[in-house]
């Protein structure tokens, strides 16, 4: 899979069929885009490529928004190769880009830059400045700009369509079930081991601590989760906690993992942490003894958990 952090595509990539959009997840509704696009590629024996942008628009107009991601930039690329996508142009949204208008987005970037044979967007797909451009434009200058442009109407799960905002306030609620089940396969936060407080060693239960950056904030608690430690492939069962310790009187939230069965000291090795099942919301304990009976019980019904989970 080729990536290009610009507009400036080779040859070789033109005249493809190009997905556009912010596509984070890469959910179920973005792979039924992929499919539909990878038939028609197939058929015109053209490549198939998607044109996405970092950061998402919205936290680029809004900077106060820092937990939304579902999926870092990394872990999209990953998952956009998966599902055999051929090339991405990745363009940076910045001011200058965000002052493109509508129509010379089409002219300039789309028709003279990427020069796609045939276009997918989804119904609600807007763009260009203050978002002037949408579907209906795209198809008044198709003929112009020689391209067709195919809408994929969005796919549904119960009656509801599925998107990344619905999955992040799946994930918000702690609707766990449903927002893997919209994904598709495990939700997953990537980082480094950061250094903590040592609280879990003192409690009986050794945690990696890692920092939340840009994901979107899933409801605090306790979740049932598999680990992947640096480049392995081996997935390694644990029980997660996210929120801030209000027992020890915390603020910053933070994300600790305790990997069943490792004793090691995993300080600045990279993990990836599945979450599999929400275990339980957060909760302020009168005192260490208590959370130590409670976080006992929550091992119990995590690896439970774990028995009946997806494989990932």
Not at 206 to 216: A, L, S
Not at 230 to 252: E, L, Q, V
Request: net charge positive; proline share 2%; hydrophobic share 40%.
């Amino acid at each position: 899979m080729k990536i290009f952090h610009n507009s400036f595509i080779t040859k070789k990539y033109k005249r493809a069929a190009v997905a556009i959009g912010n596509f984070d997840g890469v959910h179920k509704g973005h792979q039924k885009v992929f499919n539909f696009a990878k038939k028609f590629a197939n058929k015109k024996n053209t490549k198939f490529g998607v044109f996405t942008f970092t950061p998402l628009p919205i936290m680029f107009f809004n900077k106060k928004l820092n937990n939304y991601k579902l999926t870092s930039q990394d872990q999209k690329f990953k998952l956009l190769k998966k599902n055999k996508v051929d090339f991405i142009v990745n363009i940076k949204f910045n001011k200058s880009f965000s002052k493109i208008s509508a129509e010379q987005f089409i002219k300039n970037i789309i028709y003279k830059k990427i020069n796609p044979k045939l276009l997918f967007v989804s119904n609600n797909f807007r763009f260009g400045n203050k978002r002037r451009g949408n579907v209906n434009l795209l198809k008044k200058f198709s003929q112009k700009y020689n391209y067709k442009l195919k809408k994929v109407s969005p796919l549904m799960h119960k009656k509801k369509i599925v998107s990344s905002t619905r999955i992040r306030k799946c994930l918000m609620r702690g609707n766990l079930k449903l927002a893997n089940k919209l994904l598709s396969r495990a939700w997953a936060m990537e980082g480094q081991v950061i250094k903590g407080k040592k609280l879990g060693r003192k409690l009986g239960y050794r945690t990696c601590n890692m920092d939340i950056k840009n994901y979107i904030l899933p409801k605090s608690g306790i979740y049932a989760v598999k680990a992947v430690i640096g480049n392995s492939n081996t997935k390694r069962k644990g029980i997660a906690y996210i929120g801030s310790r209000p027992t020890f009187g915390g603020k910053k939230i933070l994300l600790e993992t305790n990997i069943f069965n490792i004793k090691k000291n995993l300080y600045k090795k990279r993990l990836k942490i599945y979450f599999f099942k929400f275990i339980r919301g957060d909760k302020k304990f009168k005192n260490s003894r208590e959370l130590i009976q409670q976080m006992n019980k929550d091992v119990i019904l995590a690896k439970k958990g774990l028995k009946v989970s997806l494989a990932l």
